[in-house]
């Protein structure tokens, strides 16, 4: 039996998040939690939000909400918009809808540039749209689609928007802070959200905020109701070193160990080694004879793959869950069945991925895909390889 | 670079034990410790040794040590024999000597039958000997010599041994109880021992034994000098449930959840599991062109490969440490350098192996030996696509 027994069976997570934890990681989250409204907890929570700092590449003040990114997302429409604003959404995929969906939900007058899935949005596009409607108060965008493994252009967008508008340029940044270089200072950006289950390491729980002295400005024109995501009651709480509700107390133990990490690691350490992973796996990916779905501007945090022609997507899924207790992504929406997601963002090595490179080709060979076993590991072994020298 | 930055490495111990531990126990392991004079103990350890029974094979009681296996070897010695008996050591590896020191240091004549390295332990030769030697008292072996990668033939020689004698059989199990069948009571084996960082997936710090009613009936007669090995007080001790010494709590608490876990899959699917890794890595290691240790008899724990011509072992074992974070181990004493061991007993699955024989691919690639890469994995995949159907 190919399948091990349940007692010998590991769980391998290699979906977009939730992303592994590592062992040390998983000992802090073990450990009781701090109550919130003690000094300990409160030196905790300053020196976070300054760490967090580092990661966002920014002098501005961070925010932690005890959320799901989708909070995150939500904190920006309603804190910095209000009922009737023009906005601008790049659907590309799955998450650009939800920015869609939130506009909508907050009674903001949408719009939407829609670029076809696997497609990078195109600031030309987006230059000619503003330049035909006057009116826009922000762009949202994602930096890293995750439905279809695409890097949206961030800097190019924001520079477009700013020369083109007033704008305030929204990046989620879910997938792609702490994986590649997105500095929200250095590229003027406004509001940049992700959240702890992605390059963080961590169980999900958390998402991150920062905005930029402009939006801060917006903050006090714009806005409708809100309570969980008022900034302003979360700027009253900060001011005495707290959070406005009950945070995430064992998370934010545990983020502060991550993140120590990641300073001693360095940002350009850790893009490159994203970078390298995600390479190698598209080069894997390609020497089993597979096609990549993003042809250009492939994202470092997932890689996202067409199903071959003559297999069922979602047995691709099911038997690598089933028989390697393996945990993959699948296509989303009108991509379902046609599309399976390898990801590389986070607690991930080179190992890693020739690990479900494996497995993927012993999938494919089982269903009765002809394949070549080992010919996409080896792919990926000599790029690894070859990085080394 | 091929190394992960240290935030991103992944420690994997494919040495034969300790061996990898599954995360729901070391969440048992992180519990706090039962006092061990407490009746809920008392259950525990009562429910523990009546679950070790069914992995030994045995009705005869159980017996836990806090100590490593080598403690358990020490108390089959000062329990079953007296200075001046004389006992025979089948000397085929690394292990096969302990068992000769362990006898030399209390004053026992020690008999050696010797093995070349990678050889198993010729049944007839033990029938030879002791037809030529009357007074032998117990015969001492490996069921799987952990130095070399080899099983010897248990059976065979227990039957030897009864025929030929009235010697004990006294069997290190260490690296076989748990990872192949062993049957105390059908084989007729008199002393069995094991350890917890092997096939019980537990950190090091507890062995285990069981002796048949003939060595029950040994130890009326025998014995030296011994207080904290001493199975007598050990005996006083379970007639109330408790043991002699303070023991391990934390790991007896964990070891009962593995033993859960190793009932509910029954052993014939646990030897299956271990047979068709050991099987899977040697036709990986084969198709990589390297020369296996054991050409007969091998081991189901672990697989014992010589180190090609031109490449330095020591190389090989440093650079799966510093490249990849990967413990294996690399041969002992006269084999130092010459040697190298991939385990693969205890919580293990196919793709760990996949992994382990990329990283060597790798390795000895990285070392500059002719290796066609993914051609040891692609092996690997194919015999265990094989074995599902």
């Given at each position: 039996m190919l399948k091990s027994h349940p007692i010998f069976e590991h769980r391998r997570i290699f979906a977009p998040g939730p992303t592994p934890v590592p062992e040390e990681v998983l000992g802090e989250l073990a450990r009781a939690p701090l109550h919130h409204r003690t000094k300990e907890f409160i030196g905790l929570f300053d020196r976070v939000r300054q760490r967090l700092q580092f990661v966002f590449q920014t002098t501005q003040p961070t925010y932690l909400l005890s959320s799901s990114g989708t909070g995150a997302m939500e904190t920006c429409i309603v804190n910095l918009f209000s009922t009737g604003d023009e906005i601008l959404v790049l659907n590309a995929g799955k998450f650009g809808e939800r920015w869609e969906k939130i506009g909508t939900c907050y009674g903001m007058k949408v719009h939407s540039l829609k670029f076809e899935w696997g497609q990078a949005a195109d600031p030309e596009g987006v230059r000619g749209f503003l330049r035909a409607h006057g009116n826009i108060r922000g762009v949202f965008f994602q930096a890293s689609e995750t439905s279809t493994g695409v890097a949206h252009p961030v800097e190019a967008i924001a520079k477009v928007v700013r020369a083109e508008s007033d704008a305030l340029v929204i990046v989620d940044?879910?997938?792609a802070l702490g994986v590649s270089d997105l500095p929200l200072d250095r590229w003027d950006l406004d509001a940049v959200v992700s959240g702890?289950?992605?390059?963080?390491?961590l169980p999900p729980g958390l998402a991150f905020l920062a905005l930029s002295a402009r939006a801060h400005d917006r903050r006090k024109i714009a806005g409708v109701p809100r309570f969980y995501f008022d900034l302003n009651a979360e700027d009253r709480a900060l001011a005495g070193g707290e959070s406005a509700w009950t945070p995430a107390v064992g998370l934010i133990m545990a983020l502060d160990r991550v993140l120590a990490g990641m300073e001693a690691a360095g940002l350009p350490a850790i893009f490159a080694h994203h970078k390298r992973l995600a390479e190698g796996t598209r080069r894997g990916v390609s020497a089993m004879g597979l096609e990549l779905f993003?042809?250009?501007?492939?994202?470092?945090?997932v890689t996202a793959i067409h199903v071959p022609a003559g297999v069922e997507g979602k047995k691709i899924v099911s038997h690598l869950r089933d028989t390697f207790g393996i945990t993959i992504a699948g296509g989303q929406d009108q991509w379902k069945g046609k599309m399976f997601r390898l990801a590389h963002l986070g607690f991930f090595d080179s190992l890693d991925m020739l690990t479900v490179l494996g497995a993927v080709e012993m999938t494919l060979k089982a269903l009765g895909h002809p394949i070549h076993l080992g010919k996409g590991v080896a792919a990926a072994q000599t790029f690894f390889l070859e990085e080394n020298t």
């Open positions: 940044a879910i997938t702890s289950q992605k390059a963080f390491m993003a042809k250009k501007n492939p994202s470092d945090a």
